[in-house]
């Protein structure tokens, strides 16, 4: 993948997540838990792992969806929470999608950057409020985020097995994908 087009893969993956993330934003989600979000904007980061060979460049859209989502919508503690979430929930789909290698799909390594996801903003929680009863919320955000999880992981799996046909992405490897 020369430069170029890597600088434009990784500029189109931001600007979708944003467009996800203020979709999403839009949203009301009726869930038992409140501030349960689908986490539409994982639906990039997912298939980003799959597509992208550098996995510093995944890193490096989620960073920059981060802070163009605060600068837009959001504020400091959106930008807490939203850092702690995705940045444990990249490392620990990195560990799952590497450890698991064939043996877990697209759609379990999306779960399990779910169920991470709402860990990480569990702790800055906990952190905030100098309470660890806060972590009592995780079982049902669990419940929810994996559910959710699973969608996205569904999704980036149809994505990513479209996108493996494509002459660009002749090198994306399909054995996660189902």
Do not use: C
Not at 147 to 153: L, Q, V
Request: proline content about 2%; cysteine-free.
């Amino acid at each position: 993948m020369n430069k170029t087009f890597r600088i434009v893969l990784i500029g189109i993956f931001v600007s979708q997540a944003l467009a996800l993330y203020t979709i999403e934003s839009m949203i009301p989600v009726p869930f038992i838990a409140p501030g349960a979000k689908l986490g539409l904007t994982n639906l990039i980061t997912v298939i980003a792992l799959y597509i992208l060979e550098n996995k510093r460049d995944v890193f490096l859209i989620i960073i920059l969806r981060l802070l163009l989502s605060t600068i837009f919508t959001g504020n400091l503690s959106t930008l807490m929470y939203g850092a702690a979430g995705a940045i444990l929930s990249y490392y620990a789909m990195i560990l799952v999608k590497t450890v698991g290698k064939d043996k877990i799909s697209i759609i379990g390594v999306s779960a399990s950057g779910a169920f991470f996801h709402n860990l990480g903003q569990l702790i800055i929680g906990s952190i905030i409020v100098q309470n660890i009863w806060v972590m009592l919320y995780l079982p049902i955000l669990s419940i929810a985020g994996i559910g959710t999880g699973i969608f996205i992981g569904l999704t980036s799996n149809f994505i990513v097995r479209h996108i493996s046909r494509l002459r660009y992405f002749d090198d994306i490897d399909n054995r996660h994908v189902t």
